[in-house]
């Protein structure tokens, strides 16, 4: 065989060795672009991801500084690791901080670090993260929820490469790269005078955008099947079957979480027990009201049921409801037992 072809069918040909020829072609498929590429946990071969991706690794070889502008939930860490990774630093630390986890005064002593005694409860000295990062790369998520007091300091420590740690005297240096991502509009921000703009300037060397997840829908078929291979690594649980009509449903809804609301609802299906795609999009909301989570529960019961009539009620064994599942019997009899299933004709399992 030549060209990378894995069988030959000669016409006319019958339809079984035709789709088993399909499978294999299937089974056979490498990995994403994005995921060959080196960057580990990104997946797809979209366009807007693609490009997305080509920018990163033109910046990562450089020591710029990167702001990574997305939505919530599109992979702006998974992106800043990426560049860490693919950059002359990679073998020094990667140290991320979250601008919006922290009030003022601690984030301050986290970025900075602090001498004892310089406040209440400082009983010994802490390196901050900025010489943690030394020869590596610091991460700044969320920098919109900077408070405007400590933007100061930040831009001295990125125009000059030293600071002071709180409750210090002696000036301190240390060498990292930046990388700061934020799902605000900075730009608008400093409109406001929220966020100072010489800062600003200085964080947007090199923006990149990521794409939302409904720019990026011819994506979501394989993010769905990396999620569902890393949960059944994760509980030893057979990869279900993905049905066409559930992944039409998918791609009908808009995602307002991104990826990481896509990665929710895979889990929690698979968790459950259920189609990883079924009942979206209404499963593709977080269950936070007793409604949807009872709405959740019937699909659960439905699909429960579904397997069972297909096996005429054999639970054990390897053409059973509990293999066909990906659970274990005795978690196949919880379930059963939690959503009121019974054999019928019966009061029990």
Known sequence: MKAGALE??????????????????????????????GFAGIVGESAPLLNMLRETEIVAATDSTVLLCGETGT????????????????????????????????????????????????????????????????????????????QPKLLRVLQEGEFERVGGTKTLTSNFR??????????????????????????????????PLRERREDLPL???????????????PVRHVQASALEELLRHDWPGNIRELQNVVERAFILGCDPTAG?????????????SDRFEDQSRNHILRVLDATNWVIAGPK?????????RSTLNFRMKKLGIAR????DE
Do not use: W
């Open 178 to 211: 930046v990388i700061v991502a934020t799902h605000r509009d900075l730009p608008k921000m400093v409109a406001d005078g929220a966020f100072r703009e010489d800062l600003y300037y200085r964080l947007s060397v090199f923006p990149i955008r990521l794409p």
């Open 280 to 292: 979206a999009p209404s499963q593709a909301r977080p269950a936070t009201s007793e409604c949807e």
């Open 344 to 347: 019928p004709g019966s009061s």
């Open 75 to 150: 992979g702006k860490e998974l992106v800043a690791r990426a560049i860490h990774e693919l950059s002359l630093r990679r073998g020094g630390p990667f140290i991320r901080v979250n601008c919006a986890a922290l009030p003022s005064g601690l984030l301050e002593s986290e970025l900075l670090g602090h001498e004892k005694g310089a406040f209440t409860g400082a009983l010994s000295q802490r390196i901050g993260r900025f010489e943690l990062a030394h020869k590596g790369t610091i991460f700044l998520d969320e920098i919109g929820e900077l408070p405007l007091s400590l």
């Open 8 to 37: 030959v069918l000669v016409k006319p040909f019958d339809a079984e060795p035709f789709l088993d020829a399909i499978r294999l072609a299937i089974k056979a498929r490498p990995e994403p672009a994005a995921v060959r590429s």
């Open 320 to 328: 059973g409801a509990a293999v066909r599942l990906g659970m274990k």
């Open 223 to 237: 993010l769905v099947r990396h999620f569902s291979q890393e949960l059944s690594k994760r509980s030893g649980k």
